[in-house]
């Protein structure tokens, strides 16, 4: 059974940080890439980042390029969302995904809200 939990969101002020990370099971992490999403309230869920099954190859919508970073541990069945410069617009539930065998998969989602 696939299973993508999301982590470390929270609540935190303009231009600060946090890291996002999702767990995996349930399949060969190793072999798949690996995308983050967002919604935000009312809004459509957006792509915003994405990272090849070994990890060299990583690409970003432009709303966060050069403030957002993804990775992975194979190792660890986990991929990371470094997210910097934390502005209001980025507010949102954060998914994990991954797709394979033409199915598609998301976790249930962390929070992250950018106020003061």
């Known amino acids: 059974q696939v299973q993508l939990v999301e982590s470390g969101g929270g609540l935190v002020q303009p231009g600060g940080s946090l890291r996002l990370s999702c767990a995996a099971s349930?399949?060969?992490?190793?072999?798949?890439?690996m995308s983050w999403y967002r919604q935000a309230p009312g809004k459509e869920r957006e792509w915003v980042a994405r990272i090849s099954s070994a990890g060299g190859s990583t690409s970003y919508a432009n709303s966060v390029k050069g403030r957002f970073t993804i990775s992975r541990d194979n190792a660890k069945n986990t991929v990371y969302l470094q997210i910097n410069s934390l502005k209001p617009e980025d507010t949102a539930a954060y998914y994990c995904h991954t797709s394979f065998q033409g199915r598609f998969y998301w976790g249930r989602g962390t929070q992250v809200t950018v106020s003061s």
């Open positions: 349930g399949f060969t992490f190793s072999s798949n890439a």
